[in-house]
């Protein structure tokens, strides 16, 4: 599987934005996917996934409320909706896919795409 994330950029804080993860690959549907975050000088962060089906979602306790995941199989594509963004919602976003349970540790996601920078300024 390959993906591909784009969406990023600068956004004051309280806006919005929505990232995309194109996947490619005809078993996309059975891995489930999640995103991840990583700051400047800090470890990657799970911030959350979604199922095969799309039925199921989790969040970190930190963006729980202001983030969604959603997911088109058609279009091989899972999104980020991020609403009333902070300033330490700044990282650079990461989607990953997972053929394995849910996990929330980067360790156990078997693809990566390329990170997208999301800036909040205050």
């Known amino acids: 599987v390959q993906l591909q994330a784009s969406g990023g950029g600068l956004v004051q804080a309280g806006g919005s934005l929505r990232l995309s993860c194109a996947a490619s690959?005809?078993?996309?549907?059975?891995?489930?996917m999640a995103w991840f975050r990583q700051a400047s000088g800090k470890e990657r962060e799970f911030v959350g996934y979604?199922?095969?089906?799309?039925?199921?979602?989790e969040y970190a306790d930190s963006v729980k409320g202001r983030f969604t995941i959603s997911r088109d199989s058609a279009k091989n594509t899972v999104y980020l909706q991020m609403n009333s963004l902070k300033p330490e919602d700044t990282a650079l976003y990461y989607c990953?896919?997972?053929?394995?349970?849910?996990?929330?540790?980067?360790?156990?996601?078997?693809?990566w795409g390329q990170g997208t920078q999301v800036t909040v300024s205050s």
């Open positions: 990953a896919a997972t053929s394995g349970s849910y996990y929330v540790t980067v360790g156990q996601y078997d693809y």
């Open positions: 690959g005809r078993t996309v549907p059975r891995y489930i």
């Open positions: 979604i199922s095969r089906s799309g039925s199921t979602t």
